[in-house]
Every structure is written in C-alpha cells, then in structure tokens.
C-alpha cells in the first residue's frame, strides 16, 4: 500500500534563513517544478486509488492515508498534458493547503533545494494558458530552471472547480 | 496573566454550561407559571405555588451572581431586574398575570440569546433595555419598586447575605440615618444566632437531590474546592481574591442549584468574608484562611459522604468557625466606642475563669443623660441577680465616684440566655448595648457569639448577631467534629460518579474505535484466507500413500530382482531407498504442520475476541456520547405556546419517550428540523378551534413528540391530529412550480404527492405567516436529516392529520452496510437501505417507456446500471462475463424503490463513515467513503439521491457538469 518513503522533517525545522526559501523539485513530462516545502506533509508511493464520480477528469480518486480519506490530483491532467501510466518514479506528494488534505501525482520527486532570493525571478511574459495562473516564479539553478507553483491556487481552484461539478 | 486568562476561560465555560441548565430550568417553571395564568379565574389560587416561584428565584439569582463574577453586566442587569419580579412575585407583592408571564419570557429569550452570543464569542447585538424597562415599569405600577434601591445597593445586600449584612454598618456609626438604611433590610430574616445552636439549623437541605445532579455537582465541587485549598494555602494576596471569590460563589451557586442549602450557606459565608476583603483591598487575613481550609474540607467530608452514601456533617462546625475567623477580621476595623475605645471588651473577655461561661458587655447610655452614674449603679445591681460579674468597667466603687457615666463593660458570669440578658439590659437612658456571649461546651469548644443590640428611643429595632471571639487554633475539634460525622453513617444511596470530557476527545475515540472496527474486519478477511491453505489432510494422505508407494517399490525391486546385483540395480535401489526416505520425512514435517491447524483455530478465536472486544468498545463508546432527548424535547413546549399565542390556535404539546438517548452531536443537528416540522405540524396541520369543532373534533388540538427505538435504529415522530396534507394544493403547486409534469400529475397516487414537499423550493403557503415559510423548505430538513444518515417519512391522512417519522441511527459514526462490486468497484450500501436482494433471470428484465424495469414478486422495479448515473471520468473495462442471471439489489427511501444491477455481494460489514467534504467535497449519489479490510476506499452509496438522480436520467446529471478544464 502507499508507504511513507520521504518523511519530512517538522516544519520548525524547516525554517528556511531570511532570504531563502526551500523547496520541493519534481518533475512532470520534461519540465522541473517546485513547491515551497512548508506546503509539502509527506511524499508517498502510488498505491490503489478508487476512483470517484461526477468530478473532473484530474480528480484521479480517492486514497486512505493513515485512516484519513484524501483526493488525489492528477497534476499531469490538471495541467492539460497527456497522462502517463505510472512508472517506478511516479510518486504522490501530499499537500496541506487551507486545511485540506489533498495529493498529487507527478513523475518523480528530485530533491530539497534551498534557493536563495536573487535566484528568483517573476514567470516570463511569454507562458500564457492554465499554467500562468499557478506559476509564483522561476527559480535559475546552475543549468536549469526551475517553475514555482503556487499551490494554495492551483488546489483551491481545484475545490472551486469541482464544486461547481457537484 | 495567562494563568488568569485561562481560569477565566475555564470559568466562562463553566458559566455557560451552567446558565443553560439555569435557563433551561427557568423555562420550563416558566412553562408551569404560564400553565397556571391560563387556569379560568374560578379554579385558579390566587398565587401560584411558592415553591416554583422560589426554584425560579434561586435560578435567577445564580445566573445573576454567576454573571456578576464574571463582569458580564448585560446578563448581571437583566437576572437582576428578573430577580427582583421574582422576589415581588413571591413576597407577594405581586399577581402574576399572563403579561407578567409574557415580560418574563422576553426576559427569558434576551439571555439565551445572550448567553449564545458568549458561546458564540460574539459580540451580543440585541438590546436588552427594553425588557429592563418593561420589568421595571411592571414593578412601579405593582408598587414594589421601592425595594429598588441602587443597583448597587441591592447587589451589596445579596452579596452580603442575610443576617451578617447589616452589622457592622450598624455597630460602626450608630447614626439614625444607617440604622434608618438597615431598617429596610427584611428584618424578619435576620436570626438570631445563638452560638450553642447549630448555625445551620434554620437551613435545611432539600430532601430528594436527583442523584444525576448530584453527581454534576459532586464532580464539580470537588475540581472548584481542589481550586480553592490551593489558593488558600499558596498564602493568598490581594490578587487571589477575585479566584476565591469566584470559587466560593461557584461552590454556593451550584450547591444552592441541587438544593444543598446548607453547603451554599457556608460557601456563601466564605464568599461574604472574601468580599469584604476584596472590598478593603487586602490579602485575606491568616485566621480566615484558616477557617476557609477547614471549611473547605467540611464541604469535601460532606460531598465525600453523599458520595459514599457515609453522611458526614461537619459543616456547622465549620460554619462556626468561619463566622469567627470573620468577625476576628472584621473586628479591627470596629469604630470604637467613642467614650471608652472599646479597650475593655477584650479584657472582660480575658477576666473569664476558665470554663466560665456568660456575657461580655458594653453598654453606652445616651448622652446627656442625668446622673447616668446611678444608672449604672441600678444596671449593675440588676445584672448581678442574674450572675456574677468577673469584670466591671468602670467598677462599682468608682462609679459612685464618677459624675457620670458614659458607658459600662462588664464581665458576667451567668446561665442566662441571650434574649433574658437583653431584657435585662433595656433600660430607660441605655442608648446602644453589645452583648457577647462566652459559652463553654461540654466539648470543650469555645465559642463567643457577639450580638449587637441598638436600641434607640425610635421603634426601629435592628437585631443582628456576630461571632466575635479572636479563633484559637482547634485543629483538634475539628478532627473530632470530622471523626464524629463520619461515625454517622447514613443509608443514602450512593450517586453515579460522572466525569466532564470535551466532546472533541470523544469524536476521537470514536474515530479509534471506528479503526479498530476496520481493522477487526481486516483480521477476518485473513484469517478466513488462511483456512483455504488448511487442506492438510488430504495432502498429508497423498503423501501417505506416495510413502507407501516408494516402499513398496523398494520391496518390490528387491522380490522381483531378488539375488540380481549390477551397478544400475544398485543405483536404482538406492534411489528407490533415498525417495522413500525422503516421503517420510516430508509426512513428518507435514504431521507439524497440523499443529499449524491449531495455531489457525487460535487465530480465529482471538479473532473472535477481538470482535467481542472492538463491539464492546464500540458500544461503550456510543453509549458515552449518549444524551436524552428530554431537554431538546422540552424546548418545543415553549415553541408551541408561542405559536399558541400569535396564531390563536389551541394546541398542547405532548411529549412521549424523552428519555431514550441519542447522540450529542445528533441531538445538536435535531434541533433545527424539528423545530421545522413542529412550526409546520402548527401551522399547516392543526386547524383553528372553529374548524375543529366543526370537524367534530376536539377544539384543542394535539401535537405529539414521540422518541423511541426500533430495531437498530431510533425513531423519533412527529404526529398532529389536524387535516393532513391537501394532496390537491399540494399537487397544483408542484405544477405551478414546474416541480411536476402536467401530464405526470394524473398518474400520481396520493402518497406520491405528499413526497413533492420535499421538493428544494415548494411551499404550499400562499402568504408567508410569521411561523413557517421563513425560507427553510422541506428540502433543508429532508438534507439536514440526512446528513446524520437519518432518514425523514411521511404520512398523511385527510382529517386525521400527519405524521412525520425520522429514523436515524445510532451511532453517526458507524454504519452498518452491505459491500457489493460493480465493475471491480467496491461500494457500500447503507444496511437499512436495502430492501431486498433478488436473482433474477435476464428474461424478467424487460422495458417500459425506455427504462428497464424487472418484475420481482408481483411488483415492478425500475433496474438501473450505476453507469446510467454516475459519470466517471476514467473507464475500465468490464470484466464481467454475460451471464444468464442478474443480481439486483433493490434499495428503497420513502416508499419508491429501484433495483441496483451490482455484479456480485460481498456481504454485510460495519463500516467506518469518512467524510468526503473533510478533504475533498461532497459528491452526488455518494454518502461518503470507507476504508475496507484491505485498506482501500470505497464510496458509500447515497440511496437518496441515487433515487433522484436516476429519476432526472443520465442526461441531467450530465448536463451539470462542468469541466474545469
């Protein structure tokens, strides 16, 4: 079943130094993402996920974690690209995110950056569509770029949407 | 502060559930009262029974007092006034009449929706004046106003009590304008204490404290007295005062609630010397603290008795006590007697031989009085028939010296009583006498009691009475008081001991228990698992006979073969040899591993165990979160009198089965339906008196609150005796409304028709009455039902009247289901849900207009596919194999059924409801999911809505949908 693999420290812990954040990279199709780890609980494996009528498409279903039923976000869907069938890598990151427990599928989980501010700058002019929305900034590594989300939106539009839906 | 802040909040919380009970308490004698104003003139006494406007009294006055500890002044202003209407009432002083009734039920309402606001942590909007001030004109206009002095005034005097109020006042500043205020305390209240009677003897308890109560109560004085001792012997400051005040208050107030009378007295007492602490902004004096500790353990001897059932009473020697530690403190701040400093009292105390026993006094005669000198001489000459004087200020022989005298103390040594010693002291020209009393017990306890006597040459006559004796340190009388009082043991019966728990932590436990349900069922499934494995003996057989086949193979070769000897015959027996060996130790092992047989008959017995234990917990769980129905019951009586009064209709409120118990949370989310259906049983239902009789019925009608169990669930109806629904209006308006076809209408049998009122947005009420049609349809009572997994019928009879019938679980958290599989999706389906299971060959399923319908005994079902009404966003492909047969299971709400085609049963198991919302939202035709055995989620079924959505088809499902994306 779904096990914890990366248990992340607690959030005191987490305390990034002034002028730099710390973040979560995983990757979806080719593209790397990150999302701020104060927002991240835990990462899992993809276990059995029932799924669930009446929603949109991304909402892939419904899984038990520890005792506590949580939805599961396919973040491939949720952002119009094809969806893939799991693979070793594929994990669920489980958010907290306006006191909603919620997860979401991407394609492997890198690792924990810290980056600092001057690493950071607003999402170009040049991304338009659904993922604009969603995107706090890019972050430049040494030789790549990394695409902030904004996950507070992105799962609360996720709630408004399929409200609507039910 | 924080520490303060949060012994405020834990008193808040505490006030708040007290005033409810208070409230709720107040209401229902408000009930009796208004009862009583509606009795025709002629059978109706002219007052009301002193013992219900008592119990409101004392109501009033805790909420009053509690209100006032916590500086709610809102609350404190409006209990105050309510106490004074009350205090009239009782006095007699005022008829009550239904207006009476009427103001003090506004009164009612303002602080429930005072007390909610507090709850709230809101701020209160509503204005509490004008009740004020019609309580306040009720009382000028019945002349009992001038009972009204200042606020302030008033609160002292109550705050002060009775008898102690009013004597230091008076023995302070003997002026005619204070004993003129003193005058106007009820005189007749204030006893006399004489200090060999037992103080308490003119407070009684009440005889019958209901057991239930009293364990509240027990619980409650015992965490408010743990509060108390350790404040008292942290050496107290100033700044303790107000947490002593509020823990002596509670202690009064709520021991004053259940009728303990003489616990209150004593906690008040404590309560007046705090007070009067606080008042002089210092510390509470050492030998008061004293007294306070031991009274403090007095209360928990006594409670610990009605605990055990072991009376104890230790309280009047408590009281004692305390009364002297009081007067101890209060005695400094005595005005002396301007003439001679008071300086003598002590000394004619001290002038007492030991195990004497008398008075102390201190005469003061009037000024200007001629030769006062002889009237001392005539004073002393009279006492002295009465006893022997031990001490005399000024003495005899100087007396006779002295050109007048001013005052006199003296000393005696006599068996007179208090009230002949007094007599003896009234003399023409004596304008003020203190008298002490110095008693000597056989016990050895000595105790002073100080009267204060004033008398003046005016009629006014003011008795109060005071201990005065500086406490000697006793800790060995009151050992021995304890020791006695727990020698007395009585016959009461011992209480149920309670403990307040936050409901928080029983939502968790029940959330534990529901795990451990889930994983009980998982401990099923693989035990069941394991017993496929156990077919042991037929393998342990096989490998019997294969044994006996090798060994006969080796016998064989060697008969066969007999003397023949070649390498070959010899490799080939020993091989024949090496197998039939190696057959004997494989049945040898597998002769173990029956004993695995015994191990799996363990494992399904601690299985089974553990199915007696998790519904053991299960249920003491439940049963923990258990309340009785009664109080919720009880509110609609004051619904239905005030929709009595502003519709003119006649009805009474009966109510059946208020104790059978119900979940708190349950009884929370009730409230509001029912109050809905009964507003509407009121208003739409039951007919005025006119028709009534013209119908032939009795004028009044009926409404009745029944609550009771059947089977695994509870039912709780809702049934009146008026018209019933009109199936015509009913049907019209459904029309009008577009809820219904036209064409559809015809078809529809009457008890069809009644189920349109569920409908979101119909309403048969063409004007909207003050009562119903305040926007909360049918609908939302139907949802709010459901939502605690209840469910809401109905029935209706024309002339005979309606009956509404929620049925609702027991539990809210666990829900007994039955486990089907559609397309390799697990889905629960609510137990009481499922009307039957059929099997039914694929020919009995045929269509009607399009839909597929089967004939299952004699009866057609409509047959749905989940498909045709769930819409899923990821599609698998069908496993299942055509076959020739169809089980369906045929689920029903409200009396319309419809057959689910499911692929195969799992069976029935208790399963844990999580909620969807929790995390997610709320989806249609799903109630929620569960976490079966194996740890996967599987959606529960709405049946509910599954009936309505497949009623609008799959197309209007559909066309909601919108796709974010």
Redesign the interface.
Known sequence: ?SNSEVKLAPQSQRQADAGTIQVVSFRLANEEYGIEITKVQEIILVG?I???????????????LR?????IVDLR??F?MPEEPATDETRIMVMNVGG???GIIVDAVSEVLRISKEQLAPPPPTVSG?GRDYLTGLAKLEKRLLILLDVDRLLS?V?A?????? | MSNNDQLMDDILGDFLDESTELLQALNARLLQLDEFTQLPDETRPSHPCPDLLNEMFRAAHSLKGLSGMLRLDNVNGLTHRMENLLDAARNLELTITAETVDVFFKAVDRLEAMIDALRAEEEDAGDSQEVIEAIERMLAREGVLKQQASAEEIARRFAQGMAEASAPAVAETPTPSVAVEAAAVPVATLPVVDANDDPLADVRDDEDVPPKYLAIFLDESEMTLDDLSETLVASPDVSANESLLVNCHRIKGSAASIGLHRVARLAHRMEDLVQECRRQQRPVPGESVDAMLRCADAIRSFTGGLRTGIACDVLSDAYRQLLRAGAAGSELKLAPCTHCGDAHLPLARAAFPRNGQGFVGHVTFESELPLSELKAILLVDRLRQHGSFCYCQPDESEMVRLSGVSCLTFGLSTEESLDQMRRTLTVDGVAEVKLAAVINLATACETTAFAVETERTSEQTVVTSRDLTPSKPSSTESGDGANEGEARAGGKSKPAETLRVDIDRLDQLMNLAGQLVINRARFGQIGAKLKGFSAIKSTLNTVASAQRCASRLTVGMDEYFGSQSSPEMDELRMIAAQMRDDLESLQHDLGQMTHMRTALNDLSEAVHQLDRVSDGIQNTVMDTRMVPIGPLFMRFKRVVRDLTRTSNKQIELVIVGESTELDKRMIDELGDPLIHLIRNSADHGIESPEERIAAGKNPQGTITLNAFHRGNRIVIQITDDGKGLDADRILAKAISKGIVKESDAERMTPQQIYQLIWQPGFSTAEKVTEVSGRGMGMDIVQSKVEQINGAIELRSEPGQGTTFEIKLPLTMAILPSLLIVIEGDVFAIPVESVVEIVRIPNSEVGTVHGQRTARVRDRVVSVIELNDVFTWNQTFERDSAPSDDQTLVIVGVEGSELGLRVDALLGEQDVVIKSLEENFQNVGGVAGASILGDGRVSLILDVGSLLTMSQQGPRAVESEEVFAV
């Open positions: 079943m059995e029932t799924r669930v009528p009446q929603t949109s498409p991304y909402i892939k279903g419904l899984i038990n005792s506590t039923v949580i939805p869907l949720r119009g909603k427990t919620t659904l539009d709630s949407a399929t409200q609507m839906v039910a």
